[in-house]
């Protein structure tokens, strides 16, 4: 079973989330923030990580440098309510795909699949 981390810090949006991963069969381990997510990632391999913004102790942006240089191979997928051209493109350049918040489940996780298979989105 696939492992994906889910950063946020939206209690809300990580348990839907986390019962939505699990039902189409990825095993989600979630974390609050940029300092859970880098302490979970040191202990643990992942498949893909899914990462909000704006964090409230700290930005995804820089969380998802961190874990590609540790990890150049990880799939990143950024979740975000941040809808300017400019955090899409930022976003881009660092991960490997860019969803702005309210989504589409179905989108998310054809994203999912191809990010994790290798395919072209």
Known sequence: ???????D?????L?????F???NGYRPVLAHSVQEA???VSTAEFDLAILDVCL?????FELARRLKADHPQLPVVFLSGLSAEQDRATGLSIGNAYLVKPFQPDV?????QQQISGSPA
């Not at 810090?9 to 949006?13: A, M, N, R, V």
């Not at 998310?108 to 999912?112: A, D, E, G, Q, S």
């Open 15 to 19: 348990q839907l989330l986390e019962m």
């Open 38 to 40: 880098v302490q979970v």
């Open 56 to 60: 409230d102790d700290g930005n995804g």
């Open 1 to 7: 079973m696939q492992r994906i981390l889910l950063v």
């Open 9 to 13: 810090d939206e209690e809300q949006i």
């Open 108 to 112: 998310l996780l054809k994203v999912i």
């Open 21 to 23: 991963l699990e039902m």
